[in-house]
């Protein structure tokens, strides 16, 4: 069966640090891959997704930009963080057309 | 106008009733509809998946499409207080993206 981890599971960090999310995946390969936030009370946001290797397309963020290095890793990247980049993050993979799974999540607190 | 609307709630309900989740949506492409399940502070759950209009039932849950009207619900039955929790509804196309409401917080009291 097919598993999809996150870490860390919580962060807290200052205004302009930096940022390194990670999400594998097990069970697949090549997987269609996704970064999305959540904000609190608010629904999912769309941020990045990934066809493959090297392919990233970007949705929104001006600050924060992703990777996959690997076929089952997608990483989340910020160079400096705002205050609105907290948030709860999500990574999840494409089994079909009509199905998605979502890994545990990040919930990240920039102060 | 958002893709996908759907009412945020929050709904409460006493244990036993049941409970109709709703949402519309405006892009015609879509053909393939979700329902996931949120507990506070985890990852979305996926509930039930569905292609036609139509009826699909999975124990006390049944999803509904109406292309037609470009509405889908989720209905539970004999709902439960461990139903709790926030549900999104998501849908797409032939396309790599999915579109997701804003969830709906439900609590059902015991």
């Known amino acids: 069966s097919q598993t999809i981890h996150q870490w860390p599971a919580t962060l807290v960090q200052p205004v302009g640090s930096p940022l390194s999310l990670e999400c594998t995946v097990e069970?697949?390969?090549?997987?269609?891959l996704y970064w999305y936030r959540q904000a609190a009370g608010r629904g999912l946001q769309l941020l990045f997704y990934?066809?493959?290797?090297?392919?990233i397309s970007s949705e929104v963020p001006q600050n924060l930009s992703a990777s996959r290095p690997q076929d089952r890793q997608f990483i989340l990247s910020s160079k400096k963080l705002l205050l609105s980049d907290s948030g709860f993050y999500l990574c999840?993979?494409?089994?079909?057309?009509?199905?998605?799974?979502f890994g545990p999540g990040t919930r990240l607190t920039v102060t | 106008q958002k893709e996908v609307e759907q009412d945020p709630g929050p709904l409460s309900v006493p244990e036993g009733a049941i409970v109709s989740l709703n949402c519309t949506y405006s892009?015609?492409?879509?053909?393939?509809f979700m329902w996931y399940r949120q507990y506070s502070r985890k990852g979305p759950e996926l509930l039930m998946y569905?292609?036609?209009?139509g009826n699909k039932e999975d124990g006390r849950f049944t999803a509904q499409v109406d292309k037609s009207s470009k509405y889908i619900s989720l209905f539970i039955r004999d709902s439960q207080p461990s139903d709790s929790a926030t549900y999104l509804c998501?849908?797409?196309?032939?396309?790599?993206?999915?579109?997701f409401g804003s969830g709906t917080k439900l609590n059902v009291k015991p």
């Open positions: 999840a993979w494409k089994r079909s057309v009509n199905e998605q799974y």
């Open positions: 069970g697949t390969s090549n997987p269609n």
């Open positions: 990934s066809v493959g290797i090297g392919q």
């Open positions: 892009n015609s492409a879509f053909q393939y």
């Open positions: 569905t292609y036609s209009s």
């Open positions: 998501a849908m797409s196309g032939n396309f790599n993206k999915f579109y």
